[in-house]
T-cell receptor, first 115, second 109 residues
Framework: GAGVSQSPSNKVTEKGKDVELRCDPISGHTALYWYRQSLGQGLEFLIYFQGNSAPDKSGLPSDRFSAERTGGSVSTLTIQRTQQEDSAVYLC?????????????FGSGTRLTVV | RKEVEQDPGPFNVPEGATVAFNCTYSNSASQSFFWYRQDCRKEPKLLMSVYSSGNEDGRFTAQLNRASQYISLLIRDSKLSDSATYLCVVTPRGNQFYFGTGTSLTVIP
């Protein structure tokens, strides 16, 4: 696609429920990243996928968080048993390859609110 | 120590002013550097890469000082539309980008 597409754009869920967030990267981009941004805060790295390599999960805050990327394209971030502190904007980004020289392109994010 | 540190501001400047932001990084082996712009409730967008020799794009100039481990962004002739949060990004390792918390700029008419 023309850009990084994320869905849903907004999600309100009850505490304790599971949620799935979807990211469709730019076609041909092999690297895909998930970040989250809490209100007024910086971006917090969550997970990174590069091609067929094992993902870098070092940023996942707890075992309630998981992500997968099927077929090297679409990625799903799953949060189980959501807590109020999970409320944030979840941003996905993709880049052409693992070279850092290109920067990357963000989707417009999913705004998650846990009530 | 954080990988990347920025002065959060806010910077409030009049139209036409010149304003500069700095960003320091902790890992001397960092490879690549960028400035992103983030408008309120929007996603960050790449503003410009920062090259070792410095680079300019219109009213924007980015510079890298490896010896002192900081990058800078200079905005000349500020416009109202420049109001945003500016994020510096550093790659200490090849596969992960570290973002600063951002510097808030408001250009005042």
């Amino acid at each position: 696609g023309a850009g990084v597409s994320q869905s849903p754009s907004n999600k309100v869920t009850e505490k304790g429920k599971d949620v799935e967030l979807r990211c469709d990267p730019i076609s041909g981009h092999t690297a895909l990243y998930w970040y989250r941004q809490s209100l007024g805060q910086g971006l917090e790295f969550l997970i990174y996928f590069q091609g067929n390599s094992a993902p870098d999960k070092s940023g996942l805050p707890s075992d309630r968080f998981s992500a997968e990327r099927t077929g090297g394209s679409v990625s799903t971030l799953t949060i189980q048993r959501t807590q109020q502190e999970d409320s944030a904007v979840y941003l996905c980004a993709s880049s052409l390859d693992r070279s850092p020289n290109y920067g990357y392109t963000f989707g417009s994010g999913t705004r998650l609110t846990v009530v | 120590r954080k990988e990347v540190e920025q002065d959060p501001g806010p910077f409030n400047v009049p139209e036409g002013a010149t304003v500069a932001f700095n960003c320091t990084y902790s890992n001397s082996a960092s490879q690549s550097f960028f400035w992103y712009r983030q408008d309120c409730r929007k996603e960050p967008k790449l503003l410009m890469s920062v090259y070792s020799s410095g680079n300019e794009d219109g009213r924007f100039t980015a510079q890298l000082n490896r010896a002192s481990q900081y990058i800078s962004l200079l905005i000349r002739d500020s416009k109202l539309s420049d109001s945003a949060t500016y994020l510096c990004v550093v790659t200490p390792r090849g596969n992960q980008f570290y973002f600063g918390t951002g510097t808030s700029l408001t250009v005042i008419p």
